[in-house]
C-alpha cells in the first residue's frame, strides 16, 4: 500500500472519527443539559480527557525515548551474530535508519495512545482519589483509615499495574530488538556481550521495571485485608505470620536490585544482581508459595480456632458494619402458642390490613382486565400506602404504560415515532380486598382513570417517563399523539411539558438523525421547531446515563401524589475495598441506600435527594458534584410518606446476616447457627421466599407501620428460627429490627405451615376437587404477622381458570397455633378457628333457657333479675352479630361483641 492512498485513508478516517464522537458528545450534552445536568457532563469528560492526554504523554515520552534511542543503536547493528544472519537487510544505511526512526517514532505514538486509551474509563477511581476522605474507621491490621483501602488504594492499585505492564514490555521489545539485531548476545544468566550503551539502556529499563515491581509488593502488603483466600475475607494468621514478611522481603530485595542499576553498575560483572534476583525467586517460591502452605496445614489446622480469633473478629465487626448490620435492634421473641381472641381484637386493625394479593398473580389479572387497548402493557406490580378517608391502607398498583412493540397493521415510522407517545393511567386496588367474583376491588382504575376517592384521582395521567419505554419519541409535532381511547373514537393531544432536547435548528436536526441513525428524522415535514426529542426514558436508563456511578435498585416503582405521577428508584453507593468485609455475590463489600431519585412521569425531570448523609462515599461523591444531590428537607411534600425500604438492600443485608447474626468467634468459626430464608409453595413447586411489604404493627408498639419484613429459618431446616422487619416510614426510615425466637421449641416455619395446610384432609380434599374441574388451584405468600406475643399465618388461595388467565381470590387459609382453616375470608377462618374455642364463650357464664335466648349464655345470678328489656337488647346485639359475621364484617362484629360483653357484666 504506497504513501499516497495511506494519506486518503487517514484523511477520510481521521474527520468521521472526530465528527463521530464529538457528535456523540455534543448529543449528550445536549439530553443533559435539558435536564440540568451539564456538571456531570463536564465533570466526567474533563477527568477522561485529562487522564487520556496525561498517560498519553507520559507514555509516548517513555516509549519515543526508548525506541529512538533504539533505532541510534541499530546503526552498528551485527545481523551476522543475530538470529537474522544471511539478511539481505542494510539496517546500517541512512534510508533504513531514517525510515527505522519514522516507524519506531509511529510505533511509539500508536503504542502511547492505546495505553492511554485504557484510562478513558477509570474516571471513577480517579475521582474518588481525587476527592477522597477519612471515613474515621481504622482496619484492624494496619490502622489505616478505611478511606484509604475505599478511595487511595484502588487508583494507586490500577496505576501501579499500567507502569509494571508498559514498563515490563517495553524492556522485553527492547531485548528482543537488540538480540535480533545482534547488538546484544546472551551467553549466560549472568554474562552478556554487548556495546555498554546497549547495557545501559537495558539496566535503566530493568530499573524501572523492578521500581514498579517493589511499589507493587509495597501495596500487596494492604491488599491482604481484602485477600480472598484465608478462613474469612480479609488477613488471616498465615497472611500475618508469612505472606506479609514475605512481601516486606520482596520489596526490599527489589528496591535493592533497581538501585544497584541505577548506580552504574556494569551489568555483566555486576555480583549483587543475580544474588538479590536468586533471594527473590526463592522468597516467591517458599515465602508466598511452600512456606504458606505448610504453616496452614501443619500450624493452624490443629489450633484453627485459637489462631484465627483475632482475625474472625475483625471479619465480623467490619462485615456487620460494612452492610450496616451493625444498626440492627434485636429483640427476643417468646412466640407463645397463646394467641387468643382478645389478642385479635386488640389487634383488629392489624388483622384488616393482612395482605391477601400476591403481585406475582395480579400482574395477570391487571393485564386482562385493565390494559384496554393492544398499545398498552402492565410490566410490574408496585407496593405502597396511601391514605384514603383518614385511613393509611396498603395498595398495588401498576403504571398503564406505551407497549414496547406496536400491533404490527399499527407498527409504522410515525406511529411508534409520532403518536404512540405515552402511557396513560394506573389501576389501583387494596391488598386486602376482592370483590364477588373474586377480582381485585380497583379503586382507581378505566380510561380516563375513574377513582373511587377524591385524594387518588390523578389530574394528568399521561406517562411518557417509565419502568420499559425503550427507544425514542418525537412530541409537539404538527402530528397529535394518541391520548387515550375513548369508546369509537381516541382524543389527541400534542405535549406540552418539558421533556425532550428541542430540535429549534436544522442542525439539530441533522445531529438527532446522525446520532440515531435514522433518516426519516430528515425526510419527514411534521417536525416544527419547538417539537422535542425524547429519548432514554425508561426509569433505570435514564438515571444511569445521568449517574453511572450509583448501583440501581431493580424496582422503581410508581408514585401518584397531588394528582401527578412519579417514579421513585432507590439507588446505592457500593465499595469492594472495605477491609475484612465479606463481598456479596463478587461484587460489593459495602453498600449504603443513600440517595432516593424521583422522576417525573410527565416532564422527566430526575432529582436525587440524600437520605444517609453519613455515607462516606457518598459525601465523596458530593464533593465531585456539588450540585448533584439535594439535601432530604427539599424532598416535595408527601413524597417521603412514599419511601420503602428497598427489597433488593433487603434480601443483600439478609443473605450476609444469615451468617453474621453470630458474633461470637467460636460459634461463628463452627457455623453452628446459620440461617437462611424459608421456602414456601408456589405454583405446586418449593421456592425461595421473597420479602414482602406489609402494614402491621411490630409486637410491644402501637402504630401500624409500612414494612418489608422476612422470616427465617436454621440452614437446612423449616421451623422458624426469627422474624426481621425494615421500616419505611418517616421517623423511623431504615430501622431494622430482628425478632429472635427459642431454639428449645418448634416455631412453625412458612414450609411447615404449608405442609400442615396440604395434610389436613378437608382443604387438601377441596384443593383437589378444584383441581379436577379445569382450574388451577394457586397459593400466593404466605404471610407470617406477630400479632401479640404469637405469629398469625394467612395464605390466601386463588383459582384459575382453564384458558383464562385472571386468578381469582377464592378462600384465605388461616393458621393459629396448632388449628387451620380455610374460608372465603380471614374473619370467617378466624371465627372459625376459634368459634369451637372456650376462648370465645365469656368466662363465668352458664346457659339459660334455649327458648328464651339462643346461643347467649348469662351469668346464673344475673337469670333471675333479667327484664325484658334487657333481654331484648342481648336478642338485637346476637342478631346483629350474627349477621356481621356472615356478611364477613369482622371489624362489626367485634364492635358489637364488645357492647355485648359490657352489656353482660352489667347485669
Do not use: C
Not at 500450624?299 to 465480623?316: G, K
Not at 371465627?831 to 376462648?839: A, M
Amino acid at each position: 500500500m504506497n504513501t499516497r492512498l495511506l494519506k486518503i485513508i487517514g484523511l477520510i478516517a481521521i474527520p468521521l472519527i472526530i465528527l463521530s464522537i464529538s457528535s456523540s458528545w455534543i448529543f449528550e450534552w445536549m439530553w443533559l443539559s435539558e435536564l440540568g445536568y451539564t456538571e456531570i457532563f463536564w465533570t466526567l469528560k474533563g477527568t477522561q480527557i485529562i487522564l487520556v492526554l496525561l498517560s498519553f504523554l507520559v507514555a509516548a515520552v517513555y516509549f519515543i525515548f526508548n525506541f529512538r534511542f533504539l533505532a541510534g543503536q541499530l546503526q552498528y547493528a551485527n545481523l551476522s551474530a543475530s538470529p537474522l544472519q544471511g539478511s539481505n537487510i542494510n539496517i546500517g544505511s541512512d534510508f533504513v535508519l531514517k525510515r527505522i526512526r519514522q516507524f519506531f517514532t509511529l510505533g511509539a505514538l500508536v503504542f502511547a495512545l492505546f495505553f492511554a486509551l485504557s484510562f478513558y474509563l477509570r474516571w471513577d477511581e480517579s475521582l474518588r482519589f481525587i476527592s477522597s476522605m477519612p471515613v474515621g474507621e481504622a482496619d484492624p491490621l494496619f490502622g489505616k483509615d478505611v478511606g484509604f483501602y475505599m478511595f487511595r488504594l484502588p487508583f494507586w492499585d490500577m496505576i501501579q499495574g499500567s507502569l509494571v505492564s508498559v514498563s515490563f514490555i517495553t524492556t522485553a521489545l527492547l531485548a528482543l530488538a537488540y538480540i535480533f539485531s545482534g547488538l546484544l548476545m546472551v551467553k549466560s544468566p549472568t554474562s552478556f556481550d554487548a556495546r555498554s550503551s546497549v547495557l545501559n539502556h537495558l539496566k535503566v529499563n530493568i530499573a524501572i521495571w523492578l521500581l514498579f515491581l517493589a511499589w507493587g509488593f509495597w501495596l500487596a502488603r494492604y491488599k491482604l485485608v481484602l485477600n480472598t483466600g484465608g478462613l474469612v475475607y480479609g488477613a488471616t494468621y498465615t497472611d500475618v505470620a508469612i505472606h506479609l514478611p514475605a512481601l516486606w522481603i520482596l520489596f526490599v530485595l527489589t528496591l535493592l536490585i533497581a538501585v544497584v542499576m541505577l548506580v552504574g553498575y556494569k551489568l555483566k560483572a555486576n555480583k549483587i544482581v543475580p544474588i538479590a534476583a536468586g533471594l527473590i525467586l526463592i522468597v516467591l517460591v517458599v515465602g508466598r508459595g511452600l512456606l504458606p502452605g505448610m504453616v496452614q496445614q501443619f500450624q493452624v489446622v490443629p489450633n484453627e480456632l485459637e489462631l484465627e480469633t483475632p482475625y474472625l473478629e475483625s471479619n465480623i465487626e467490619m462485615t456487620r458494619l460494612a452492610y450496616n448490620l451493625h444498626t440492627i435492634r434485636e429483640i427476643d421473641y417468646q412466640a407463645e402458642d397463646t394467641l387468643g381472641i382478645a389478642d385479635i381484637r386488640n389487634n383488629q386493625d392489624a388483622v384488616d390490613n393482612i395482605r391477601l394479593w400476591d403481585p406475582r398473580l395480579l400482574i395477570n389479572t391487571y393485564k386482562q382486565l385493565q390494559e384496554i387497548r393492544s398499545y398498552y402493557e402492565f410490566y410490574n406490580v408496585d407496593n405502597d400506602r396511601y391514605t384514603v378517608d383518614g385511613k393509611v391502607t396498603q395498595m398495588m398498583l401498576a403504571a398503564r404504560e406505551i407497549a414496547r412493540e406496536l400491533p404490527s397493521q399499527s407498527d409504522t415510522w410515525q406511529n411508534r415515532h409520532m403518536q404512540y407517545t405515552h402511557g396513560f393511567g394506573m389501576v389501583m386496588s387494596p391488598v386486602t380486598e376482592a370483590n364477588s367474583q373474586g377480582e381485585p376491588n380497583m379503586i382507581v382504575r378505566n380510561i380516563p382513570p375513574a377513582a373511587d376517592s377524591p385524594e387518588l384521582e390523578v389530574e394528568n395521567p399521561a406517562i411518557y417517563y417509565g419502568e420499559n419505554s425503550s427507544g425514542y419519541y418525537i412530541v409537539n409535532t404538527e402530528l397529535d399523539e394518541l391520548h387515550y381511547p375513548d369508546g369509537n373514537e381516541n382524543v389527541y393531544i400534542n405535549y406540552d411539558g418539558t421533556g425532550g432536547i428541542q430540535f429549534s435548528s436544522y442542525f439539530r436536526k441533522l445531529l438527532f438523525a446522525w446520532e440515531l441513525g435514522d433518516i426519516n428524522i430528515l425526510l419527514t415535514d411534521d417536525i416544527l421547531p419547538e417539537s422535542r426529542l425524547q429519548i432514554w426514558r425508561s426509569v433505570q436508563e435514564r438515571v444511569n446515563r445521568i449517574t453511572p456511578f450509583l448501583t440501581l435498585d431493580r424496582d422503581p416503582y410508581l408514585v401518584m401524589q397531588d394528582g401527578r405521577l412519579f417514579w421513585i428508584q432507590d439507588a446505592y453507593t457500593t465499595s469492594s475495598s472495605f477491609p475484612y468485609s465479606q463481598p456479596y455475590n463478587n461484587r460489593f463489600n459495602y453498600i449504603r441506600n443513600s440517595v432516593k431519585i424521583v422522576i417525573d412521569a410527565y416532564n422527566g425531570s430526575v432529582d436525587y435527594y440524600m437520605i444517609d448523609e453519613e455515607d462516606p462515599v457518598l459525601e465523596v461523591y458530593r464533593s465531585i458534584f456539588p450540585d448533584l444531590f439535594k439535601p432530604a428537607s427539599e424532598i416535595p411534600a408527601g413524597l417521603e410518606e412514599h419511601f420503602r425500604y428497598p427489597q433488593d438492600l433487603f434480601e443483600v443485608q439478609l443473605e450476609i446476616f444469615n451468617r453474621y447474626h453470630m458474633t461470637r468467634p467460636q460459634v461463628f468459626y463452627n457455623q453452628e447457627d446459620l440461617w437462611e430464608r424459608p421456602n414456601e409453595k408456589y405454583g405446586g413447586r418449593q421456592v425461595i421466599m421473597e420479602p414482602y411489604y406489609v402494614l402491621a404493627r411490630l409486637p410491644g408498639e402501637e402504630k401500624l407501620e409500612f414494612m418489608l419484613i422476612s422470616p427465617l429459618t436454621p440452614e437446612n431446616r423449616d421451623n422458624m428460627i426469627s422474624w426481621i422487619a425494615a421500616k419505611s416510614d418517616p421517623g423511623s426510615y431504615g430501622e431494622l429490627v430482628v425478632y429472635r425466637l427459642p431454639k428449645e421449641r418448634l416455631i412453625y416455619g412458612p414450609a411447615q405451615i404449608d405442609a400442615r395446610i396440604d395434610q389436613d384432609p378437608e382443604i387438601s380434599r377441596q384443593i383437589a376437587l378444584w383441581d379436577q374441574r379445569g382450574s388451577r388451584v394457586i397459593r400466593g405468600n404466605l404471610m407470617v404477622i406477630p400479632i401479640e406475643d404469637s405469629f398469625l399465618y394467612v395464605e390466601p388461595v386463588f383459582l384459575l381458570a382453564e384458558g383464562v388467565d385472571i386468578p381469582q381470590l377464592q378462600r384465605v387459609i388461616v393458621s393459629i397455633g396448632d388449628n387451620i382453616s380455610m374460608q372465603p375470608t380471614i374473619e370467617q377462618a378466624i371465627f372459625d378457628i376459634f368459634g369451637q374455642s372456650d376462648e370465645f364463650v365469656l368466662p363465668g357464664v352458664e346457659p339459660i333457657a334455649a327458648d328464651s335466648l339462643t346461643g347467649i349464655q348469662l351469668p346464673e345470678q344475673a337469670v333471675s333479675t333479667i327484664t325484658a328489656r334487657q333481654l331484648e337488647e342481648i336478642q338485637t346485639l346476637w342478631s346483629d352479630m350474627r349477621s356481621a359475621l356472615e356478611d364477613g364484617n369482622w371489624t362489626r362484629y367485634g364492635e358489637l361483641l364488645a357492647e355485648l360483653d359490657e352489656l353482660i357484666n352489667n347485669l
